[in-house]
Structure formats: C-alpha cells, structure tokens
C-alpha cells in the first residue's frame, strides 16, 4: 500500500492490511489514547448536569443562569473549532492535541476549585478552549491513521460509541461524585483523567501536518471565529433574556454578517480555511444538519430530563444518574450494532432512519407526569431514543467523511465536530430555556419536549430528501470483521 505523500511524520508509519480488517498492536494503542481523549471531553459536557441544581445553589448561581455551565464551555469549543483545526492540519496535529490535554488539564482544576460564578465559568471556558483544539486533532490523526474503508468504518463506530458512552458516564459519575463528595469532585475527577492520558499520547501519536506549509487564511479563521462566538453568544443570551435586547440584536447581526464575510473570503482565499467545494457536496451539507439536530435536541432532552427528574419527581443526584446509566447500557449495546447497520444499509439510510426513530421516542417522552411511575417510562424512552441517537452520531460522521482525501480531513472533521458542539450549544439555550422560566416547569418540559420531536422529525425528512437515494454499496458486515 503506497504511503500518502501528503502526509509527514515524525514515526513510521503503520502498514495496514488492504481489507482493514486486523488492528496491529500500535494501531490499538493509538486508538485507545485517541478515543480515551474524546471520552474525556464527552464527560466534561454531562458530568456536570446532574449536578446542576447543586452548584447553582452552592455557587449563587440562578435556575435560569444554570445554561451558562453549560454555554461556557460549548462557546469555545464551538467558535474555534475550525480554526484550530486547520492549525493542525499545517503546523502539526500532535503538538496542537497535547497542547489542547494540558490546557484541558489545567482548566478543569481552576473549576474545582472555583470560589465564585466567574472564577467557575472561566474554568469552563478554558476547559470548552481546549476542547477545541483535542477534537478536531483528535478525529483527524484517527482518520489520516486509519484508511477509509473497514478500518475506519471501526474506528470511527468505536470512537463514537465511547463518545455516546462518555455523555452517560459522566450523568452517572456525576450524580455518585455530587451525592457522596460534592459538585467539585465531578471537575477533579476530569483533571485525573487528562494527567492520565496526556503522558501516554507522545510516544504513540506521530506528528502529521500537510508538507506545503500554506499560509493560514488569517481572515477566514477571524471571520469565521468571529461569527461562531457572536452567534452563539447571541443565542443564548436570547434564550435566558429574550431576543429584544439591544446586545442580543447586535450580536446576532454581527455573527450573520461575520459568517457571510467568512464566504465571501473564502470563496476567494488562495488556501481557504473551508473549501467551499467541499461544502457544497451533498454528503456533508445535509451530513452535516443531521448531525447538527441529533446533538442539539438530545442534549436538549436530557437537560429537561434532569431537571424534571430531579424538580418535578424529586430524584436525587444519584437516582438521576442511575436513569441516564440505563440509557448508557442501551447506547453501548446500539453502539454494537450500528456498524451492522450501516454495513447492511448504508450510513446515509441509517442516518435518516436513526433520526426518525429519535424523534419519535423523544414525542413518548410528552406523556411523563408527577406521578411516580413516570421515572420508568422516562428511563425506557430516553435510553431508546438514546439508541436511535448513536446510530445517527456514527453514521453521520461516516457520511461526511467518506471520500475526503487526507490532507483535508482536518477541515472534514473540524465541520463534523463543529457541528456536534454548535449543536450540544444551541440546544439548552433555545429550548432548554423554557423549562426552566417556565412557571409550570412540568409544563415547559412537555413544550420542550414537543418542539424537540418536531424538529428531529422535520431534519429526518430533510436530511433524506437532501441526500437523495443511497447508490452506494453497502459496506458488507463481513469486511468490518462484525461477524
């Protein structure tokens, strides 16, 4: 197998067998830093959740200001997702990635030890920060080590199941640390867990970066950057205060504007941080809103979830995190099977079906009430619409994906995880919102529950009208080596 030329690094590189069908050792290991870097940030974004009623509490924080833990984190990571990706791709993926686990590391013990609401939200900002800079990295030494095709059909099946996975660890882990320690053990326990990884990633990872060294394209990555934050920031200070404030409107129209700059530039750039071209194909536009409504609206239900469970039924922390542990059973056994599927169907028919079956779980979830008994409805349906969700995340990303040569795919996944933490960003703030300023929070849940199930259901049409009818060959469930 010839060694892409578009590709440097500092380590030979791995041979791997035409079909992908045998891991060796190394390739393993490499895996399992890399998939253990992207657990690490899917817990950061749940761990905290059920523990939300408490820090707010413990730290002065309001019901309504409660997204912000959430938000300060996702704003970063959402804005300079791009960027850092594409810095990767030029001056090295490695180096950023290590950089991004220190930062991490560091960030989390600056919220453990958090004294007020701002030295609390800047941790999580530096925490959302280094997020940006481990994911796309991350995703791309995955695929420029993995050929396309069966190996990394498996690898990116078992990336996102461990990161479906880490979201449920962490609603777990958090409600156990918050009931016997505290809140702050939640954030310590992420700390451990980047001191951990961070000493085994630099005598695994080769460093990989595009041999031509073009220049960055300063304006994209301002622009883009730029517009991402003021969006962002726009969206959810609307969904706390409304959309008519005057910061609201000048930063929504900021952000527009930002982002249509952001096009134009790019339209023209000589190396563009996004290739337009690439955006323009089918797969990863509609990929790409796919991944977009799976990501926000389940996050989404589980911020609703938490608090009804915890407001409305008077679960503990800990009762909590048992629901969601179910729910993480039922998405670690969708995570086996979704390879299957999308061998036997093709990623783009298991996306839309993944969608669909999502969004019609989620409209069970309206017929939760005060009653007691509800907690096991609430448990059944979350953990299948769960299901449906890990079928949606790892066949959207093998969507995108597919057929993008190596020295893009640093762009490739930045899109992809762009989207996945623009999406985990905009959910809570303008759904989860009307839960919490609701006066009749068990009526705002059912809203919100609502208007979820709508929109999953909406993209599902969309998504399948977008992508047209899947000519492709199905992946054979023999060559993943699944049987």
Known sequence: MAIDTTETTSASPTVHSPLGTRLSTRDKLV?????????????????????????????????????WAVTAFALPSGGFLLLFGRIGDLYGRRRLFLTGLALFGTAS?????????????????????????????????????????????????????????????G????????????????????????LIVLPLAPGLLPESRTPDRPRLDVPGAVTVTGGLLALIYALSTAAERGFGGTDVIVTLAAGVLLLAAFVYIESRAHAPLVSLPMLRRRTVAWGNLGGLVTFSMMSTVVFALTLYLQ?????????????????????AVAGVYAPKVIGRFGARRTLVGSLTGQGLFVAGLVLVNAHTWSVWLATATVSLASMCHLGAIISY????????????????????????????????????????????LLAGVHTVLALDAAIVLAAAVLVATGLGRDRSRPVETEALGLR
């Open 31 to 67: 895996l399992f830093v890399l998939c253990a870097a992207q657990f690490m940030v899917a817990l950061d974004f749940s761990v905290l959740n059920v523990a939300l009623p408490v820090l707010g509490k413990d730290l002065g924080m309001s019901q309504s200001a409660l997204q």
């Open 109 to 169: 013990l600056l919220a453990t030890f958090a004294w007020d609401p701002a030295s609390f939200l800047t941790g999580r900002a530096l925490q959302g920060l280094a997020a940006a800079a481990i994911v796309p990295t991350g995703m791309s030494l995955l695929t420029t080590t993995f050929p396309e095709g069966p190996a990394r059909d498996r690898a990116l099946g078992i990336s996102g199941t461990l990161l479906s996975l880490g979201f449920t660890v």
């Open 171 to 194: 609603m777990v882990a958090g409600g156990v640390l918050t009931d016997v320690l505290s809140w702050r053990s939640t954030m310590g326990l992420l700390s451990v867990f980047a």
């Open 311 to 331: 407001e409305t039924l008077g679960l503990s922390a800990f009762e909590t995190g048992l629901v969601f542990g179910v729910q993480g059973v039922m998405s």
């Open 397 to 440: 990303g093998l969507t995108v994906t597919s057929g993008v040569p190596d020295e893009e795919q640093g762009l490739a996944t930045g899109l992809v995880t762009s989207t996945q933490q623009v999406g985990l960003t905009i959910g809570i703030p303008l759904l989860g919102v009307l839960a919490t300023t609701s006066g009749d």
